[in-house]
């Protein structure tokens, strides 16, 4: 979708439909006012009508999309009012829309731009290639959208390009995680990177396959990837090596099937596990989001890559994992393969001497008790690391919440046997995985981000957000990386 943004009025040019977004309890221009009943539209959040106004040159369509009360407004506001806006739109068919703002708008004008675009493409994201027999009307797109902005042009538009690219790094993200599991292996997976790679020259992609792994003794990605008849990979995507400053190594979890091994997962739900990438699938995103934002940052993103199935090759309960650390792990569970997967992943980390290690993953049910599908859990070994995670939470909507990491719980994964043990009893189950990991982070500063609540919707919750993947963290991480220090 092409938005371009302009000084102006909405309503002065003639095109088929007209977006007018409007505050609670606003008056809206004479000639719209009339062609409507007041009653119908009071401007509250996420509210939408349509009206034809009669008489008069302008749009024949004017469709009425409500931010809510002014003194509220915020940059999630205009995102959901955006997204209203474009679904409704497209349903109506409009091929080229022109789209109205408050002048006296309570916001930056780069963050409505920035909000406004993030709404509009996030909002018209739909994942449509496997259906054959929709309508042309269903497949509808709307190509272009003109954004009048009467005050702060200039800013508005600035906020749009990077809204934008951060959207379609989100839709990358959503992208991936929708793609069934049988189609998306771990060899499949690293193809993906090889053609971001391809798409943007400033990533340097490399990939491992098993021989390399072998020989280079990913012990914990060998395990996990033992039972299944794809093989494991791990993917290095090098973005910015040119910048002086500092390094962000991203890891993600690339588990591209998780039936839960020789633990087996229950039927029911076990389809919803080709999520179990959706950590990866936000690296993928924030590396295609940061390339295309020209960010001043040399950021690296390692993803291990395997898939969780039973077999008799597969790894067992009771087996010892020596990782790529040299560390041991005690299998307790084959269904907590993310940590044995992320293992060798943050460990190879350290090579970078980062000067911080974040990493997301699909880790935990239990996080989705402890936070539902509203916000992603941030466990960090470096406070001030976790205070800018979740302030870039806030900032970007994509929200975060920080748990402990206190001694208690690193005891808690202490094994009898081996160094660590994968599975430490029913309490704090998202807290005792991140414990875990940060024993393979060494001394860099160490956020990891359960995104299992998060990467994945049953039914949308929000306007821009639909069912299946949601690209969480890539909004998220994207804004802590622009505001790193
Ligand atoms: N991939 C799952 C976690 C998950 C659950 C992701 C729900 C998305 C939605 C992970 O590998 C897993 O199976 N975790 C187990 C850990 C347990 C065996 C310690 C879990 O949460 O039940
Ligand atoms: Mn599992
Ligand atoms: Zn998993």
């Not at 999630?76 to 708008?105: C, F, H, N, W, Y």
């Not at 675009?117 to 797109?141: F, P, V």
Request: hydrophobic share 40%; with cysteine.
């Amino acid at each position: 979708m092409d938005i371009t943004v302009r000084s102006g009025d909405a309503l002065s040019t003639s095109s088929a439909l007209a977006v007018l977004v409007t505050f609670e309890g606003a008056s809206v221009p004479a000639a719209v006012a009339n062609s409507f009943e007041t009653s119908d539209f009071s401007g509250a959040a996420n509210q939408s009508l349509m009206v034809y106004p009669k008489g008069r040159g302008g749009p024949k369509r004017v469709l009425l999309v409500g931010l809510g009360a002014r003194k509220g407004v915020t940059a999630e506001s205009v995102r959901q009012a955006a997204a209203t806006a474009i679904k409704q739109a497209r349903s109506a068919q409009a091929a080229d829309i022109t789209l109205g703002l408050p002048a006296d708008m309570p916001l930056g004008g780069d963050e409505v731009g920035q909000a406004l675009a993030e709404g509009l493409e996030l909002g018209n994201y739909r994942y449509l290639q496997h259906q054959t027999g929709r309508s042309a009307a269903d497949l509808h797109e709307i190509a272009s959208v003109t954004v009048f902005a009467p005050k702060h042009t200039k800013s508005v538009a600035q906020g749009v390009a990077t809204g934008s690219a951060i959207a379609r790094g989100t839709n990358f993200a959503r992208d991936l995680v929708n793609t069934p599991g049988g189609m998306k292996t771990p060899p499949q997976l690293a193809q993906r990177a090889i053609e971001l790679g391809e798409r943007h020259p400033a990533i340097n992609v490399t990939v491992y396959d098993e021989v390399r792994l072998e020989k280079e003794g990913f012990g914990g990605i060998l395990a996990v990837g033992k039972g299944s008849d794809s093989p494991p990979r791990f993917i290095i995507m090098e973005y910015g090596k040119q910048f002086k400053g500092s390094t962000v190594c991203l890891v993600g979890k690339g588990l591209t099937f998780d039936s839960g091994g020789l633990n087996i997962k229950p039927a029911e739900g076990m389809e919803t596990m080709k999520n179990d990438m959706g950590g990866s699938a936000a690296v993928f995103g924030v590396m295609q989001t940061v390339a295309e934002l020209g960010l001043p940052l040399h950021v690296v993103g390692l993803v291990p890559s395997a898939e969780n199935m039973p077999s008799g090759r597969s790894y067992r309960p009771g087996d010892i994992v020596t990782t790529l650390s040299g560390k041991t792990i005690e299998i307790l569970n084959t269904d907590a393969e993310g940590r044995v997967i992320l293992s060798d992943g943050l460990h190879f980390a350290q090579r970078y001497k980062p000067a911080a290690i974040v990493e997301l993953s699909t880790l935990t049910g239990a996080v989705i008790i402890a936070l539902g599908n509203h916000a992603t859990a941030v466990m960090a070994t470096d406070q001030s690391l976790a205070d800018q995670l979740v302030a870039a939470g806030a900032a970007s909507g994509d929200k975060a919440w920080q748990l402990p990491l206190w001694d208690e719980y690193h005891q808690m994964v202490k094994s009898d046997i081996a160094d660590l043990k994968n599975l430490a009893g029913r309490g704090a189950g998202s807290i005792t995985a991140g414990a875990f990991l940060s024993a393979f982070a060494g001394k860099y500063p160490f956020a990891h981000l359960d995104i299992a609540g998060t990467a994945w919707l049953d039914a949308p919750t929000k306007p821009y957000l639909s069912k299946g993947g949601t690209g969480a963290g890539v909004r998220l991480v994207t804004e802590f990386l622009r505001t790193f220090n």
